[in-house]
């Protein structure tokens, strides 16, 4: 029995929500009920709970219309059966049924008319995807609207920006491969080079381009012609007369009816004149006429020259004029001996010499040796070159960093001698050396060459006491080793001064002292 009315409960046809009695006595069957969720309706319309949506239950046969979004669908007029409704809340208690009138039977629900068209959907927030989204709407199957309406965007940006960066960069190599052969083949601009904005037009004077500034003008090349050979050698002016100091070797040439011409640094050549000369020192003064305002440079101290003062060399290597170099004084009282043509020997230059590492060539003959202040402290004579021994700038040897100058201290003198006089004397001890003797030391000869005593009569050895045979061993307390170191010490003083010796005999040293005498030739 039902537990309402008392009255025993009917079997209901299976699927039946419910059943509504008819006049008759029968039941018709009331509209079926959609099964509720199992769950409350979410009530943010998320599959598969809410609606509508692809699982919501099919209607039984007709083909429904096209309905507004989240509407019953909607029969055509004269349509029958029954029609999807809302879903209905959870299922209660049956109502009692109500007895039927004799006027009307009772009817299914009214159903309103279905428009003639479709109204448009109603507008959906963004947020409610599932909104948009119509099962029953014409055409192929679509995926909820975010998707379906942004889904092909982020992926054709993605593309178009990785072919943009692509024609970027292929845009930048093909640039920079333009760009520099451009730059490389200067294409379309002019090369300037940078360049220093000025240089000081002064120069210090202690510098070697000012020492060479204030003696330039007063050194001169010399070019010699003979009747066998000609050469070209340096000099420099002595004096404001035109006095002019060279090497003897450089005007050798034009000794018998030769021609000399001298050509000064800015281009003037004139001719010169032998005033005299001096084999034995390698010196020769000449002299230019018709020459005015010449400036003689000033002699300084070769005495006070030391061991690494800086030099500076004046001249006309291999005939190239106004040629300087420069370096240092590397050694001191080289005894060097030049020239030797001769078979008597006259012809031999003994030089103390001072030695300098300043490039010196062939056509430097004769040109000044400045300190750093432009004195001359030495005329440069001689050469060593690699395969030969000490010699003169007469040959073609190039330098290998040893030259030889003479002390001007000992030119002065000559010079002085060659103005005055023409010839220049010589001092000497009074005796005959032998210069073939080998061992340490300088011997006094024999017999002079020409069979006399190697001990001249009355000269200062004879007085001194000293003998044929002796052995000197050393000048002033430096050792001498040979005889020709003799006379290079010898040389390098005035006649009339005063040498201390150190001789040997028998085996026995002594010490004497002497006055230097005067040659009677050169």
């Known amino acids: 029995m039902d537990e309402g009315n008392g009255v025993p409960p009917r079997a209901e046809p299976e699927g039946a929500a419910g059943a509504v ?118 055409g192929p199957l679509q995926q909820p609207g975010a998707v379906a309406v942004h889904g092909g965007r982020p992926r054709r940006r993605r593309a178009a920006l990785g072919w943009t960066l692509a024609l970027v960069l292929v845009a930048a190599g093909i640039g920079g491969l333009v760009g520099g052969y451009v730059e490389r083949e200067g294409i379309g601009s002019e090369v300037t080079l940078p360049q220093a904005k000025g240089v000081p037009a002064g120069r210090a004077p202690d510098s070697v381009a000012g020492i060479a500034a204030r003696a330039l003008p007063s050194v001169v090349t010399l070019h010699v012609s003979g009747t066998d050979e000609e050469g070209t050698g340096t000099g420099f002016v002595l004096d404001d007369r035109g006095h002019i100091l060279t090497n003897n070797h450089v005007v050798a040439p034009a000794a018998s009816g030769g021609k000399i011409s001298a050509t000064f640094s800015d281009g003037t050549s004139v001719k010169a004149t032998v005033v005299g000369r001096d084999s034995g020192y390698d010196l020769a003064v000449v002299q230019v006429s018709g020459v005015h305002g010449l400036t003689p440079l000033t002699l300084g101290d070769s005495d006070g020259v030391r061991v690494g003062d800086p030099v500076v060399a004046i001249g006309a290597p291999f005939d190239l004029a106004n040629t300087v170099t420069a370096g240092i004084i590397s050694a001191k009282e080289r005894p060097i001996t030049a020239g030797g043509e001769k078979s008597d020997g006259s012809d031999v230059s003994y030089v103390d010499a001072l030695q300098t ?135 390098a003083h005035r006649p009339g001064d005063r040498l201390r010796l150190t001789v040997e005999r028998g085996g026995t040293e002594r010490e004497v002292s002497l006055v230097l005498g005067t040659a009677e030739q050169n």
Do not use: C
Request: hydrophobic residues 35%; proline residues 19%; negative net charge.
């Open 21 to 138: 009695p008819l006049p008759d006595g029968d039941f018709e069957l009331a509209r079926p009920e959609r099964p509720s969720p199992l769950h409350e309706p979410d009530p943010y319309s998320t599959p598969p709970y809410g609606e509508p949506g692809p699982w919501a239950p099919a209607p039984p046969v007709q083909h429904p219309m096209a309905t507004p979004a989240q509407g019953p669908a909607m029969a055509p007029p004269g349509a029958t059966g029954a029609v999807p409704q809302e879903p209905a809340p959870a299922p209660t208690a049956p109502a009692p049924p109500t007895a039927p009138t004799a006027s009307a039977p009772p009817t299914a629900p009214a159903v309103p008319p279905a428009p003639a068209t479709a109204p448009l959907p109603a507008r959906q927030s963004p947020a409610d995807p599932w909104g948009r989204y119509d099962p029953w709407a014409a």
């Open 357 to 491: 590492d300043a490039p010196i060539n062939p056509g430097n003959s004769g040109g000044p040796l400045l300190d750093s202040r432009a004195h001359v402290i030495g005329i440069n004579s001689a050469i060593r070159s690699a395969d030969s021994g000490s010699e003169t700038e007469s040959g073609q040897a190039g330098s290998i960093g040893l030259g030889f100058a003479i002390p001007v201290n000992q030119a002065k003198r000559v010079a002085e001698e060659l103005i005055d006089d023409g010839r220049a004397t010589h001092p000497v001890i009074g005796v005959d050396l032998d210069l073939g003797y080998s061992g340490d030391g300088a011997r006094v000869d024999s017999r002079a060459p020409d069979g006399g005593p190697a001990v001249v009569k009355g000269g200062p050895a004879e007085r001194a006491g000293l003998r044929a045979g002796d052995l000197i061993t050393e000048v002033d307390g430096e050792p001498v080793h040979t005889g020709a170191e003799l006379i290079v010490r010898i040389r």
